[in-house]
């Protein structure tokens, strides 16, 4: 410790108006509870998934976060191995009490990723009842973390739980396979799409698809001014993020913006973490929460929040893309079952050379973000015709 | 999650030479394994303190850091009552097994703070030993946590382990309570700190004193160059940061500076892991780690380290005590422990302004760090003379 115990007055010049602090020349702004976020995931020592992925990043644009570690593991699973703990319902359960107790618990912001079991979420779903009572307008982003591409890594018995949360949440992230797990409709159509936002909307006001591939059928219905670059190589597959929101107490439809990106190829972990907690950091919705309107002549603040995200995320993994195709040849193996199995380091350097380089990376998380900079989610007029 | 799973060439404008990597005019330096930091101490939800006041300033200023929780609780000890539960041993002993059998434990940089109990440590003393022998050149801060001001807040049989543990440090940054335990030697007299400095210099060869107060006996014999300035008022008291290398093979004494910084009243917590967390991030030791003579005309890595931690940290305190003066009455009374025993929520307030405002000043923690600013340690010409 530096500071002693001895308890008067300050000791040093300052200087401040109503507004503003200023010590020694610098300006410190008066606290806002508002830009407190309360985090409730997963914590690895080793790299960059869950609360690894999402707390610094939330920092860098400013936020205090509150950092509720869901399990305490040595690495993400994607390595296969893994050393440590999961934390038990009562475990969260008495540090959210205790919180709550001594006046801790954001009233804000609320932001919740991967919960290890049924029991475990039930604590959370308590949580965010409890928080949306006390607070109508508690922004919470609920990632309801079930699996990718086609695999769930969780138990089946939290899907009924997530549903149950629906209504507390502000917004949902969910990725393509945890859009047809929770909704049971298969993305392959327009008319599905459409059906799948309708039953996320009936509890969520905002809905963010955080990508879909690109494939045939939605290629087709996509608005020209969305669609890949011409010169674009054939090869090159695209993910499109779909932002929707709903106008409260009306019965129109959602505003439907989207952004397609190129998909960077490689299985990098923590993306979806890292995308969530952006899309959090950077919404601000109007001061009427059940007016989400376009807060410009085009964008909604979901629309707004997830170009900022998406173009962060984005960026993030274009570096750690080049970063990883730099490693010597043993550390940036392709993905090939066989060979990983004949010999089980090549998956772990692999692993280790994509750990997301948010530290390096630093300054793309810090970007002030302003619309109209040529990459914001682009409105998708008449998406809800002819229904 | 954004990216897909399909696993090809990479997809975008990659640039590189040797040294460097161009992402879309982004540079990106290849890695470097010295750039990561292994940190072992407390987590809190709430709060800086532990790993929550370390971890984040040494991710501003470029380290990627892996981080293992020795407890996980609500909040830190100052506010009375917390929920959570410490990592026991074997959980603790598993995370380190299983980052050793996949290639993850780092092997230059180490820093440990609390750690709850002697058998918790004994597996924190097994991992450093083994680190050490791997890596005679690996630069491990242990902070030796046992109390503050008069007051231990472990338990007595983990100083022992410490002292065994001396051998593989590089740094230690006890403040002066835990120099007197670990010595025995009481800081009463220029010769009692030589004997103290002295005892631990057998086995460590940079020990930093973060905070000694300034009393009369010091002040006696502190050069004058370091006095506080002669304008002060003389209701201000000072703590001074003493900094010692010694070279390592030699039987000359060691290289002392020393600076003093006014003392901010008022008690806040997660100080002295901070500065810790940044002596380690500043320091750069020779390229031959028995060399610890100067690098310039009169610094050491060592007091060069040390600078950099207890400016920033000063500034960091300055900028949290301003904004706790601005408060509402309620949230900044002083400490009164009758005050605080009638009315229980009066403490939580002042311990809630009191947190460190690390988010709201990381331009302080990203200074790069220059000597020759005014701010750096003093060379105590003579402070081994007449022994």
Redesign the interface.
């Known amino acids: ?12 010049a ?1 200087q ?1 108006t109503p507004e503003t ?4 020349g ?1 300006t ?4 806002d509870e508002n830009d407190r976020i ?1 985090s409730i995931q997963s ?1 690895v ?3 960059y998934v869950g609360g ?1 992925a999402a707390v ?1 990043p939330l ?2 644009i ?8 869901t399990v ?4 993400h699973t994607g ?1 296969e ?5 999961r ?1 038990s319902a009562e ?1 969260l359960s ?6 709550d ?4 618990l954001s009233r804000h912001r609320l932001l919740t990723g991967y919960i290890p079991n049924a029991a475990a979420l039930e604590v959370v779903k308590e949580l965010a009842q409890k928080l949306k009572s006390r607070n109508p307008h508690l922004i919470y982003l609920m990632d309801p973390v079930l699996g ?2 086609g695999k769930l890594y969780v138990s089946q018995d939290v899907i009924p739980i997530y549903k149950e949360m629906f209504s507390f949440a502000t917004i949902i992230t969910p ?1 393509w396979f945890e859009v047809e797990t929770l909704t049971g409709v298969p993305l392959l159509s327009l008319s599905a799409l459409r059906n799948a936002l309708s039953i996320l909307h009936k509890h969520v006001q905002h809905v963010i698809i ?2 879909i ?1 690109l494939q045939p059928w939605l290629s087709k219905v996509l608005p020209e001014t969305m669609q890949p670059p011409a010169s674009t190589d054939n090869q ?2 695209y ?1 499109l ?1 779909i932002s929707s929101s709903r106008t409260i107490g009306t019965s129109s439809h959602s505003a439907v913006h989207a952004r397609l ?8 972990s923590g ?2 973490d890292l ?1 969530s907690a952006l899309t959090l950091g950077h919404f601000n919705p109007s001061p009427t929460p059940s007016d989400s309107k376009p807060h410009s002549a085009t964008q909604t603040p979901l629309s707004f929040a997830a170009a900022a995200a ?1 173009h962060k ?3 993030i ?3 750690t ?3 990883a ?3 010597p040849p043993e550390d940036r193996t ?2 090939d079952d066989e060979l990983d199995a004949a010999e089980p ?1 090549r998956k ?2 692999r692993m ?1 050379g994509r750990e997301l ?8 998380l810090r970007e002030e973000w302003r619309e109209g900079q040529g990459k914001d989610l682009q409105f998708w007029d008449g998406f809800w015709d002819s229904v």
Chains 1, 2 share one sequence.
Do not use: W
């Not at 998909?263 to 990098?268: E, Q, R």
């Open positions: 410790m530096i500071a002693g115990s001895i308890d008067d007055e300050a000791t040093m300052i401040s602090i200023q010590v020694n610098t410190c702004e008066p606290a309360l914590h020592a080793y790299g690894k610094f920092q860098c400013g936020y205090d976060v509150d950092v509720v570690n305490n593991f040595s690495n390595y191995r893994f050393g440590g703990t934390a475990e008495s540090i959210f009490k205790m919180m107790e001594i006046g801790l990718d591409s990725n955080s990508s591939p090159q597959a993910l993020c990106v190129p998909l960077i190829a490689g299985y990098f993306v979806g995308f998406l995320t984005h960026s993994l274009e570096f893309n080049a970063f195709a730099r490693l392709s993905t380091v772990l350097k280790r380089r948010l530290v390096q990376g630093q300054h793309i």
